[in-house]
């Protein structure tokens, strides 16, 4: 979520640290930073807010809040919190709510304004939505999305005079099978019972997709004077489950899916009357509310105990009052704990454990000290067959010279079909392992100068979907580079795959097609109950350079002497090469009237940049000139 920094600051009467600062400050108590960018005169941090606390963080008012706690701002921010108290409403006789499916729908609020006059947003308002990414529309529908942007709360604003009856009526009902309806963008969507909307409680025509977008039946638009805005709690999967179906994701739909608390349509509906009269004019003819089944907030107990052996430290009873005081919660203290209340916008706060995660990252996640992890001898584990059948193979084909390679899941062709395909080519679940081992194989082929390799071979081990059911694969495949006397793409394969079925004895006989063996697994076990680690050694990782690499080749008479030795050579090369020489290999010797002829294949490339065959050359210059020094003669 892009938040803008001017607009974090209305929160709190002194300024704010930097959006840097700020940054950095969530970073390490909150949520990860994807950026600041400064955008006119804001800064504008994007910050990535997951799916625990969607509820809350999903708007300013929410990360103003986080600031609040981190910083020990609390009675700063409480001033000026627009959840600070509960907004009280004339009810209206001009509107009214209506709820069909109340599994689906906990609360519904309406306003009704009269007399507004549609016309660009002040310039501040219009600011304040482009920092977040928004493109202004209008005064009453950037209001909406203003104080969906400050709350977390969505709204939606429908042209009154377009409603049927003398009082208009909203209704959250279950679409009818076969429903139609044209979205505000032109789309049309067939609905179903499975989906909510929102419907003129007079006529039952369709006016929006509840929780995910409006209609344009009763769109405002320029010549609109009198609206309803609608304010309602939708059930959270409900709205997950209609958007996927629709493949129809809005900032609305996002919000609804992280389940924002019943209680803030009030107080959206109260800060959106008061930002359109004061920018659109119009007179409030009052508000409808339906809430049902309102919710208590029940107390979470927790104990000191429990949150330093979680958290791993050693926090008195003064230490975590302290932290809970800086999140403004309610709390009762109790023999050995505390109880604490959520807010009414913590839906996320529901067991001990959440309170003490609360606890620990505000406490500080680097003030948590590191701690071996206790080991209780007398527990014994039984290893999955799976895990332990891959890592036989894997000792086995590594050891051959194999390396393993992860292929994607996802193909272009296959038994079973995605019902949301990230792409064109991604669209079925795979149905064999060789087509992506082949592919591997090739690109594999194109670095096989870079690595020294007269061959490629690879093995992956996986699952695919075939005949109905997921089915454990293993697919080996080799590729022969340089020509050998009595060697194959098939022989490579056919005899690895031999040794291997030496050590796994229940492997089924196969043989090679175009240098790939795929075998199933499903009745293949594990030689041994248990896997010992200790065959392997500590090996430091670099990675592929994604700069082209420059081949060479150099080739010379050397005088036979007994220090004129092939390590000698490889040694005076690879010195001379310097960090840019990344293999030196010998292809070819031979002797002849006293002298010995060296052939050097010399792989080139850079971490940080292409090289320039200007550089090359003056490398190779420097490595002919130390062999000529040697006595050699360039070939």
């Excluded at 308002?125 to 920092?131: T, V």
């Excluded at 975590?320 to 704990?337: A, H, M, P």
């Excluded at 031979?590 to 320039?612: D, I, M, P």
Aim: proline share 4%.
């Amino acid at each position: 979520m892009k938040v803008s920094h001017n607009w974090l600051q209305t929160y709190f009467e002194k300024p704010l640290p930097s959006a840097e600062e700020c940054a950095e400050l969530l970073t390490f108590h909150s949520f990860e930073i994807e950026g600041v960018e400064q955008v006119g005169d804001d800064f504008v941090i994007d910050v990535d807010v997951l799916a625990n606390r969607g509820s809350d963080c999903l708007c300013h008012r929410g990360i103003a809040g986080e600031l609040a706690t981190i910083l020990g701002r609390r009675e700063e921010f409480a001033k000026r919190d627009p959840l600070g108290h509960v907004p009280d409403m004339a009810q209206a006789e001009s509107v009214a709510v209506r709820i069909d499916d109340s599994a689906r729908v906990a609360r519904m609020s309406a306003a009704h304004i009269e007399g507004v006059r549609i016309a660009p947003s002040p310039e501040w308002l219009q600011a304040r939505l482009r920092a977040t990414g928004q493109k202004p529309i209008n005064n009453v529908v950037d209001a909406t999305n203003y104080v969906m942007f400050s709350l977390g709360q969505p709204l939606h604003a429908f042209d009154a005079d377009k409603l049927a009856g003398g009082t208009k009526t909203l209704v959250a009902r279950s679409a009818h099978e076969g429903e139609k309806i044209t979205t505000l963008t032109k789309e049309v969507y067939e609905l179903d019972p499975s989906v909510l909307v929102i419907a003129d409680g007079t006529n039952n025509a369709p006016l929006g997709i509840a929780g995910i977008k409006g209609g344009t039946v009763a769109e405002v638009t320029n010549d609109t004077t009198n609206i309803i805005i609608e304010a309602a709690n939708f059930n959270y999967v409900a709205v997950r489950r209609a958007s996927r179906a629709l493949k129809l994701q809005t900032d609305a739909s996002v919000r609804f899916q992280n389940q924002p608390a019943p209680e803030l349509t009030l107080y959206a509906l109260r800060d959106v009357v008061a930002l359109i009269l004061d920018i659109a004019g119009g007179t409030s003819q009052g508000i409808a509310d339906l809430f049902e089944t309102p919710r208590g907030q029940t107390p979470i107990p927790v104990s000191y105990a429990a949150i330093n052996e979680v958290l791993g430290v050693s926090l008195d009873e003064e230490e975590v009052i302290s932290i809970l005081k800086r999140f403004g919660w309610e709390y009762t203290i109790n023999d050995g704990g505390i109880e604490v209340t959520p807010p009414l916008e913590r839906t996320d706060l529901t067991i001990p454990e959440d309170v003490i995660e609360e606890i620990g990252r505000i406490h500080g996640y680097r003030s948590l000290p590191a701690q071996a992890i206790e080991v209780d001898e007398r527990v014994s584990t039984v290893a999955n067959p799976r895990w332990l059948l891959s890592q036989e193979i894997r000792s086995v084909l590594i050891s051959l010279g194999f390396s393993e390679v992860y292929t994607y899941q996802l193909r272009d062709t296959g038994e079973l079909q995605l019902a949301n395909a990230l792409a064109s080519d991604k669209g079925y679940v795979r149905s064999s392992l060789k087509e992506g081992v082949r592919e591997a194989l090739e690109k594999n082929a194109y670095h096989a100068p870079l690595l020294g390799l007269e061959k490629i071979r690879i093995f992956e081990i996986g699952v695919v979907w075939r005949e109905g059911k997921e089915e454990f694969v293993l697919a080996h495949g080799a590729w022969l580079l340089k020509k050998q006397k009595g060697t194959t793409h098939d022989s490579l394969v056919e005899d690895a795959y031999a040794v291997l079925a030496k050590a796994i004895p229940t492997l089924p006989d196969e043989k090679a097609i175009d240098g790939i063996i795929e075998v199933s697994l499903e009745n293949v076990q594990p030689t041994r109950a248990a896997y010992d680690t200790s065959q392997y050694q500590q090996v430091r990782y670099t990675p592929i350079s994604p700069y082209p690499f420059v081949l060479r080749d150099i080739a010379f008479w050397a005088p036979d002497a007994d220090d004129a030795t092939e390590e000698f050579f490889a040694t005076l090369i690879t010195e001379q090469g310097g960090s840019l020489l990344i293999r030196a290999d010998l292809f070819d010797t031979f002797s002849k009237e006293g002298k010995t002829s060296y052939a050097y294949h010399l792989v080139f490339q850079s971490q940080e940049r292409t090289l320039t065959d200007e550089e090359v050359n003056t490398i190779m210059e420097g490595i002919s000139d130390a062999l000529i020094e040697r006595g050699c003669e360039i070939r």
